[in-house]
């Protein structure tokens, strides 16, 4: 089974500052994982995706992650945030045997402070 | 590539009546799954269907129901509604592929009084 837990479900951090979005992930099986972020009233937008290749992964606006097999984490970073990144953020997992069903984390809420 | 529609966006229903959901995937896309989005349970799957064939089904009731047309095209179904069954109904579409992204339609809202 997979399974996804983001810690913290809200984050604030200052304009300029590091964002790290913590995603751990649960999989019996050589996990597929995903961030992705959703606006207010709108669908969920890729951020980037972990399929097995290279460990740490870039993304768009600057994000990457990076998978750690050991520590069975996916957290999301940033090096300097900004306005345009508040927005809630999810982690998902996906595996092989499950087809295309998406295990989603809570979600986490980026507030960026000017 | 047009992306992935949803209709309607918007919908008020009252507790008792049944509602329709429509999604259109990305073309080329035979994958499509339907997931309810509520503050308090967050995003969770309801099912998936891959050329007109349910794949997989999430922890929901009878009540909740999908199929899946020739074309790709996608509804859902939810009977009886309650009023737990406020949500933002997303749809998404995918290759057939594990890894392939979800590509996310904008939600239909959903507001059962």
């Known amino acids: 089974a997979q399974s996804v837990t983001q810690l913290g479900s809200h984050v604030s951090v200052s304009e300029g500052a590091l964002v790290l979005l913590r995603c751990n992930y649960s999989s019996s099986v050589p996990p597929y994982l995903f961030w992705y972020v959703q606006y207010p009233n709108q669908g969920l937008q890729l951020l980037l995706k972990y399929t097995s290749a290279a460990t740490l992964v870039k993304g768009i606006n600057g994000f990457e992650a990076e998978f750690k097999k050991s520590e069975t984490s996916f957290h999301l970073t940033k090096p300097s945030a900004h306005m345009s990144d508040a927005a809630e953020y999810f982690c998902a997992v996906s595996a092989t045997n499950t087809g295309n069903q998406f295990y989603f984390g809570t979600g986490t809420s980026l507030t960026v402070i000017p | 590539k047009a992306g992935v529609t949803q209709t309607p966006r918007y919908l008020i229903k009252t507790r008792g009546q049944q509602v329709t959901l429509s999604c259109s995937p990305i073309?080329?896309?035979?994958?499509v799954s339907w997931y309810q989005q509520t503050p308090g349970q967050g995003l969770q799957f309801l099912f998936e269907y891959f050329s007109e064939t349910q794949r997989n089904k999430g922890n929901f009731p009878g009540r909740f129901s999908g199929r899946q047309f020739s074309n790709s095209r996608s509804e859902m179904n939810v009977s009886t509604l309650e009023l737990g069954d406020s949500a933002l109904y997303l749809c998404a579409s995918s290759l057939e592929i594990a890894y392939n992204e979800q590509f996310f339609g904008p939600g239909t809202r959903l507001t059962v009084l």
């Open positions: 073309s080329g896309h035979r994958s």
